[in-house]
């Protein structure tokens, strides 16, 4: 079970973080990802990270901006949003999957938070 909070409305240039709270005690066992939906246009992951948090990765549009990290010990995963645009306007979901290797694939991913939405005004 995965729910998402600190989403809201921002400035262009302005910042937000969002969590994601995991219930389970396989948390640690997890790769965790997030990924983002616009309206008119199909989902899209933004960030990944594996179990440990030693492996991160980022989409292209929003590599140097955003920074995934993880607290194994809260069950939480993180997504820190920076220097954010209109086109960051989205829905933005986590995700989890079993296998602690992170992945880019929406369809790796097992379990799903129920959104929170973001909308950067210009």
């Known amino acids: 079970h995965l729910v998402e909070s600190g989403g809201g409305l921002v400035q262009a240039g302005g910042s937000l973080r969002l969590s994601c709270a995991a219930s389970?005690?396989?948390?640690?066992?997890?790769?965790m990802g997030w990924f983002r939906q616009a309206p008119g246009k199909e989902r899209e992951f933004v960030s990944a990270?594996?179990?440990?948090?030693?492996?991160?990765y980022y989409a292209n549009s929003v590599k140097g901006r955003f920074t995934i990290s993880r607290d194994n010990a809260e069950n939480a995963v993180y997504l820190q949003m920076n220097s954010l645009k209109p086109e960051d306007t989205a829905v933005y979901y986590c995700?989890?999957?079993?296998?602690?290797?992170?992945?880019?694939?929406?369809?790796?991913?097992?379990?799903w938070g129920q959104g929170t939405q973001v909308t950067v005004s210009s």
């Open positions: 990270i594996n179990w440990s948090g030693s492996f991160t």
């Open positions: 389970g005690r396989t948390f640690s066992n997890y790769a």
């Open positions: 995700a989890g999957k079993p296998s602690g290797a992170a992945n880019v694939a929406a369809l790796r991913y097992d379990y």
